[in-house]
């Protein structure tokens, strides 16, 4: 994996998940077991599981791999793994950026910015998709052609919880039903898991951004998507969206053509072939201003 923060410090490494899923995507035997992992019915008594007593022996370990500081949660003792995978952070451990011309990050992710085609496609690697295909919808993929779509994936070290990226109107919450493929690159380098994992978004009608589509994508071991807010709303920046319960996930934004100025380093970063590293809150880019007309005074 290639990470880089917003300082433009580097981090290239392949942990024992990584090797693990390049096997089991690659290989014949792997392929084998995956046909079977991949089903709705693992994820959820996986998730039953780490919902039990039973699983609290797993997150000493956790913390101590993954150096989470607990100091920075609501609380620091959990009744199962789950509880624990969906802890809160205290109030201002992620402050959001002020100004109204303010886009902000959803999410903790490992961010990847993608230009949509005139064609309405674009590439996760060296992955085609196209917006009608994740969105299962015809009319609505015509209004992201030109735009960017950002690919924020969330790892297991990640605080699983997502927000509003901006002021504005939500409409009732879309679930498109399907598989549980990890989100690992591994992974999206052999099949297209964004358009066959399971999937619920939003759209979020603002003042100064246009309409942006807001989608979660579950991931394997990720059985349930929790989204606080079902119905149409007003929503504000950085209000609490929702969260994911155990395991890799991704939060897609689809930004229409000409309606945000994307912050030049996670471009530059993204056709590098990096990830950058973001947290929730932090901005990642900017209202394009309207156009003048006529002439200054």
Not at 19 to 46: M, N
């Amino acid at each position: 994996m290639k990470y880089i923060d917003r300082k433009g410090n580097i981090t290239i490494e392949e942990n024992n998940q990584d090797k693990f899923l390049r096997h089991l995507y690659r290989d014949w035997g792997g392929r084998i077991c995956l046909k079977i992992l991949v089903r709705p019915v693992v994820s959820k008594i996986g998730g039953a599981f780490l919902n039990t007593r039973f699983s609290k022996g797993l997150i000493p370990g956790f913390v101590e791999r993954n150096r989470i500081d607990l100091s920075a949660c609501e609380k620091q003792e959990f009744s199962s793994y789950n509880d624990f995978f969906t802890r809160r952070l205290k109030d201002g451990e992620r402050p959001i950026a002020d100004g109204e011309r303010l886009l902000v990050s959803p999410c903790d992710a490992k961010l990847t910015a993608c230009r949509i085609s005139g064609g309405q496609s674009f590439y996760i690697k060296d992955t085609p998709y196209t917006i009608e295909e994740l969105l299962q919808s015809k009319k609505l993929s015509s209004k992201y052609r030109g735009g960017y779509a950002l690919i924020f994936r969330l790892t297991v070290d990640d605080y699983h919880h997502y927000c509003y990226p901006a002021d504005g109107i939500k409409s009732k919450n879309v679930k498109i039903p399907g598989i549980f493929h990890t989100v690992n690159p591994t992974a999206n380098e052999v099949c297209p898991v964004y358009r066959e994992n399971i999937r619920e978004y939003v759209l979020l009608k603002t003042e100064k951004f246009g309409t942006l589509v807001m989608m979660e994508v579950g991931a394997m071991m990720v059985g349930k998507i929790t989204n606080l807010h079902p119905e149409a709303c007003q929503v504000k920046k950085g209000q609490e969206k929702g969260y994911f319960e155990f395991g890799g996930s991704t939060v897609i934004l689809l930004l229409q053509h000409g309606r945000v100025r994307l912050d030049s380093d996670l471009l530059e970063n993204s056709e590098g072939g990096y990830e950058t590293i973001v947290r929730m809150g932090e901005r990642i880019g900017e209202c394009k201003l309207p156009k003048r007309t006529g002439k200054a005074d």
